[in-house]
């Protein structure tokens, strides 16, 4: 009976008083479902080093056409899986001269995973298929245009991130063989907090290594840097303008041709 008459007190002692009311409990949070929604409106389209909506080669980098990009993206509860899509539009300066040479209406799918590793590591792949369904097959050489892009990041994260990415991108048409390389890009970065937002720092390196080496020669080497600032709008909402530089190599021309700044404003909500 000593063990019921212990267990009895200890009951007593952990009841609230009679007319108290019991403490509540901490309400949990609900799980989100994980998803990503994200309208992008940039100045350019920079894409490691190559402004895409230039008219023609001759037209300098630093051309402004501007881009509405929606996008969304699921991460999978915490599996570290995500799937996701992103697309392209050229809002002025010859739209369907883009489109028909396979740059514009740009419709990309992609899958991809990452984990935490020790160390303060993080590993990261993603495939990406690049696909414009209004390419003319006269200008581009195919129709439904298509490209696979399979990326691995390794990423260490200390005072500042540094990380390291290689991709290799394939052109599934013959018609556009010679753009498939495999693409190095080192890249430093920090975050600082501003307010109650956050400024993210980044310079990268791009280097492409062309199957096909003597086929192609301009934009080979590229170089990044960026801010940008993202700012909470209430508790899922955010806004994050940002402004950046680019440089891509390109035979016979100087270096102001060689390079683009543009800025850019992105407008989303994480449910």
Known sequence: MKIVRLTLVALLL??????????????AEPAGLGINLDLELSSAYIFRGENLFKHH????????????????????????AYV???????????????????????????????????????????????VYPLA??????ARWLTQLDLGV???????????????????????????RYTYLNPAVS????VGAGELTATGAFGYKLYNDRDAVTDHVYDVLASAALRWPLGTKAYVKPSLSFSWSNAAEQSFLHEVCVWGAVNLGIDL
């Open 84 to 130: 996701g899509y992103w697309g392209g539009y050229q809002l002025n300066g010859g739209v369907s001269d883009v489109i028909d040479a396979g740059y514009g209406a740009e419709q990309d799918v992609l899958v991809g995973y990452g984990r935490d590793l020790p160390h303060d590591l993080n590993l990261g792949a993603v495939l990406t298929a690049y």
């Open 190 to 193: 920090r975050t600082f907090t």
């Open 14 to 27: 952990a009841a609230p008083a009679i007319g108290e009311e019991p403490p509540e409990e901490a309400a």
């Open 57 to 80: 080669d001759s037209e300098a980098e630093g051309v402004q056409h501007a881009r509405v990009s929606p996008s969304i993206t699921w991460s999978i509860a915490d599996t570290g």
């Open 136 to 141: 003319d097959p006269d200008v581009a050489g």
């Open 153 to 179: 990041a390794l990423t260490w994260s200390s005072a500042v991130d540094l990380a390291l990415k290689v991709d290799y991108y394939h052109s599934l048409q013959e018609a556009q063989a010679v753009y």
